[in-house]
């Protein structure tokens, strides 16, 4: 028979048995960048017009943390997120436009990034060598060098680094994670994810004065400067090359990441990916559909479909996971999970309610105040990390070389044991990018 059980059933039985909301252990204590006790915690927010503004919420609603800082290169966005800030805690937050001015804050313990995804990575860097923990947004990186750049940074600093993969926090992925790992469908060998969006056109962009209170040339930071257009800001950079990367990782990473992690997978041994930019002719660079697979040493496999402009759902859903095993499959998504048997009989369902909105840009709700939440009690010693950027970087990792396919050959052969592309001069090309000068990521 199916199980249907409400959000507060499993919750309480979550919190009961340790699974879901229990924490994952301890860690040893670690005390802020100020020389005290992380009793409370002091975070800065850089990036906070969209995601980022949901972000300082969920920090603020932690208990014994305080938004003290706040940094963004717009004035109007700062000036916004400011307000409701101070409208949820004591004192508003101090406001910055530039990163590394706010860095300088001996009393900050923790940045969380969630600018655009050319900065993730150098704003990581920048904020472990001044000492401080980080909450960063995926992909947490622009290419693949900076995914590896990540990891040496977080090793040589010793500062916690969280990715904003926060499905790894969310009960109902925990709860299904652990009944696939103990074998609920058997030997498990597919994952196959996928998002379907009807976004519009980004049209043909023109040059345009840059708006009051942007500063432009910090918004563009470590990439080498190009001229403002007006279809770059505040989302569409996501689908220039030069700024963002693409669909896959934008919102490829977060499915990816739940089918790496029920099948137990690291790197690839291949990778290939199909698709195209086929309903607009506009500025786009990346693709609204495409295929990725990604295959491992034992047999399994991986594959993404994403289609950005043909909203279709998948076995009735916009944005999924099915697992598939030798004894049955799990369908799952933010709002809960079906198990099946071999003959595709339900075995166990789940209803988590109102989960995280997929389709949603700013995101927010509960799934990120329970990552919020493991990344401050982590800081405190009480936890271990959910998503530490040494496990969560090889998802964005695999949506890095699924693009890097589709640019060149169609097809990569991968080193299993690091991800790096063998025999392809012109895919390895694309493994980093230049900077602008004096903007160098720097470890």
């Known amino acids: 028979m199916d199980r249907k059980a409400n959000r507060r059933t499993f919750l309480k039985t979550a919190g ?31 990036g906070v017009n969209s995601r980022g503004h949901a972000l300082a919420q969920a920090f603020a609603r932690q208990p014994d943390v305080h938004v003290g800082f706040l940094c963004d290169v717009d004035a109007a966005a700062l000036g916004k997120c400011s307000a409701t800030v101070a409208g949820m805690q004591d004192g508003a937050p101090k406001g910055f436009g530039d990163i590394r001015k706010m860095l ?7 940045v969380a ?27 947490g990186s622009h290419n693949p060098q900076e995914a590896h750049w990540l990891v040496e940074g977080q090793r040589r600093h010793n500062r916690l680094v969280q990715l904003g993969t926060q499905r790894r926090s969310s009960p109902v992925f925990m709860d299904a994670m652990a009944m696939v790992h103990d074998g609920m469908i058997g030997e498990v060998y597919l994952g196959k994810a996928w998002y379907a969006n009807t976004r ?51 919102n490829g990473t977060h499915h990816i990441d739940i089918c790496r992690w029920a099948l137990g997978v ?10 195209g930019r086929f309903a607009f002719q506009d500025d786009w660079e990346f693709f609204d559909t495409q295929i990725m697979s990604f295959e491992f040493a034992g047999g399994k496999t991986i594959t993404w479909e994403g289609r950005s402009c043909n909203g279709m759902p998948v076995n009735g859903k916009g944005f999924g996971v099915t697992i598939h095993g030798t004894g049955g499959s799990l369908l799952i998504d933010s709002s809960g999970y079906t198990f099946f048997d071999a003959k595709s009989t339900e075995m166990k369902t789940f209803a988590a309610g109102s989960g995280d909105d997929g389709l949603n840009p700013v995101g927010g709700g509960e ?6 939440g493991n990344f401050c009690e982590a800081i405190r010693g009480n ?7 040494a496990e969560g970087y090889k998802s964005a990792m695999l949506c890095h070389l699924g693009n890097i396919a589709q640019f060149t050959t169609g097809a990569l052969q991968c080193d299993p044991a690091s991800g790096a592309i063998l025999h392809n001069d012109a895919a390895n090309a694309l493994w980093g990018r230049t900077y602008e000068p004096g903007w160098e990521p720097r470890l």
């Open 16 to 46: 009961a048995t340790g699974v879901g909301l229990g924490f994952l252990g301890g860690a040893p204590a670690i005390w802020t960048s100020g020389g005290r006790p992380a009793d409370k915690i002091v975070v800065g927010v850089m």
């Open 104 to 110: 300088e804050s001996n009393d900050l313990d923790a």
């Open 113 to 139: 990034i969630a600018v655009p995804d050319h900065w993730h990575t150098t704003a990581a860097l920048m904020a472990m060598s001044a000492g401080k923990h980080v909450y960063l947004e995926k992909p």
């Open 200 to 250: 519009g056109s980004i049209g043909r962009g023109q040059p345009a004065a840059v708006p009051d209170g942007l500063d432009y040339a910090l918004w563009q930071g470590p990439a080498p400067r190009r001229p403002f257009r007006d279809n770059l800001i505040h989302y569409n950079w996501h689908w220039f090359r030069h700024w963002g990367t693409g669909e896959a990782c934008n």
């Open 266 to 275: 690291d790197y690839p041994t291949r990778v290939t990916s199909a698709g």
């Open 367 to 372: 799934m990120t105040d329970l990552h919020v």
């Open 383 to 389: 936890a271990a990390l959910r998503q530490p950027i």
